[in-house]
């Protein structure tokens, strides 16, 4: 087994077991990049680049998924069309939906 340490946000919800929906908690985004995240960050191991803090829902998010949203909104056609697309992908690509993959035991220092 592997240990290292991530530097998790002190007001994150704690991680749901194995299975449970997502509730935001950024740890297996803090532990490794998922394949869009390999992607977008350039790594292999570490963090994910696209880790973004929610001040004001106390919580982590996707940048790739949240950028592919607000694109998808935008008023161009075109760039609808790409942000659509994008975020089909996206969401396949971190497994948006399937519950919470992250088989991780968590140790508070």
Known sequence: MREYAVHWHAQAPAKPALGAPCNGCGL??????????MLVSRRRQ???????WDETG???????LEDAKAL?????RWQRWRGRLWL???RRWIAAGVGCDADLQ???A
Not at 28 to 37: D, H, I, S, T
Not at 46 to 52: I, T
Not at 58 to 64: I, L, T
């Open 58 to 64: 106390a919580h982590y998010r996707c940048g790739v």
């Open 28 to 37: 297996c985004c803090l532990a490794e990049p998922c394949p869009m995240g």
């Open 46 to 52: 570490g963090a994910c680049s696209a880790l973004r």
């Open 72 to 76: 998808a909104a935008s008023p161009g």
């Open 106 to 108: 968590v140790e508070k």
């Open 88 to 90: 089909r992908a996206a």
